[in-house]
C-alpha cells in the first residue's frame, strides 16, 4: 500500500481545506518544495499535487510553485497533478515540466470525449478523480452533485484507457473522519483498473484498514491533513503499511 503525501496549493502556499472549502484554507507552509523535500525525506515514494486555484479557475494557476517542486523532486519519485486541467495541451505542457501523472476530474464528467482523447494521446499518463457523496459524483470543486453513479462512470473511464481511479469521499476530506472503506472497496470491485483512496485517513487505524482490503484492488491512498498536523507520522505509517503489504 502506497501512502502518498497531498500538497494541496492555493495561492502559492501549501494548504488543506476541509470538505473543499476554498475559504477554510489552513497554510501549513509557505515553500510547497521544501514541503516536497520533507515528505521525500519522510519515505515518500509519490506525490500528489492540487492547483486549488487552477481547480475553480479551469486553468492551471500555481504553475511557479508546481515547477519549483518537480525542480526539487528531479527524477526521485513520481508526481501526480490535479486542478483545473481541461485540455490537451494543458497535459501535454504538464507532462514535458516532468509531472508524471495527469488527474483529471470535473472535465472527464463534464466532457467525457476530452478523457477519451487525453487516454488516448498519453496513454499510462491519465488518472481520473472521482469525488462522491453517497455513492453519487460532485463536480465542480464540490459544489455541484450529478446525478451520475460513480461505479457506473468508473468503468466508463476504465474501458477508456485511465491508469487509475482517485475515488474521495468528499463527505470525510479534511475531516480526519476515517477513511470510507466500504465505498472505497465496492468501487474497487467493480474495477480491474486501481483505485487510489483518498479522503478522511486520521490515523494509523486508517491505514491499517485499507491495506486489509488492499487485494480487492486498492493500491494506494492519499493522506494530508493528518500528516500535516501530526496526527498520522508518515515514515511510521509506510513503514507499517509495506509491512502489512510483505512489502
Given at each position: ?166 475515488y474521495t469521499d468528499i463527505g470525510r476530506d479534511g475531516m ?60 511510521k505509517a509506510q513503514a507499517e503499511a509495506d509491512k502489512l503489504?510483505?512489502?
Open positions: 500500500m502506497l501512502l502518498i503525501p497531498a500538497i494541496d496549493l492555493k495561492d502559492g502556499h501549501c494548504v488543506r481545506l476541509k470538505q473543499g472549502a476554498m475559504d477554510d484554507a489552513t497554510v501549513f507552509s509557505e515553500d510547497p518544495a521544501a514541503m516536497a523535500r520533507h515528505w521525500i525525506e519522510q519515505g515518500a515514494r509519490r506525490l500528489h499535487l492540487v492547483d486549488l486555484n487552477g481547480a475553480f479557475a479551469g486553468k492551471p494557476k500555481n504553475e511557479a510553485a508546481i515547477k519549483a517542486i518537480l525542480k526539487e523532486v528531479g527524477d526521485e519519485i513520481p508526481v501526480q497533478l490535479g486542478g483545473g486541467i481541461r485540455d490537451l495541451d494543458t497535459i501535454e505542457r504538464c507532462l514535458d515540466d516532468g509531472i508524471g501523472y495527469v488527474i483529471i476530474g470535473t472535465a472527464a464528467v463534464k466532457n467525457p470525449g476530452f478523457l477519451h482523447d487525453a487516454c488516448g494521446a498519453f496513454p499510462g499518463h491519465v488518472i481520473v478523480g472521482l469525488d462522491a457523496r453517497d455513492g453519487k459524483v460532485a463536480v465542480d470543486g464540490w459544489s455541484k452533485m450529478t446525478g451520475h453513479d460513480v461505479v457506473d462512470l468508473a468503468k466508463k473511464f476504465e474501458d477508456y484507457g485511465v491508469e487509475a481511479v482517485i480526519l473522519s476515517g477513511v470510507n472503506v466500504e465505498a472505497t472497496v465496492k468501487l474497487a470491485q467493480a474495477l480491474r483498473i486501481p483505485v487510489i483512496a483518498s479522503g478522511g485517513i486520521a490515523c494509523m487505524k486508517d491505514v491499517k484498514a485499507l491495506c486489509a482490503v488492499q487485494g480487492e484492488g486498492i493500491s494506494a491512498a492519499i493522506t494530508g491533513r493528518a500528516i500535516y498536523e501530526g496526527k498520522l507520522d508518515f515514515k503489504s510483505g512489502r
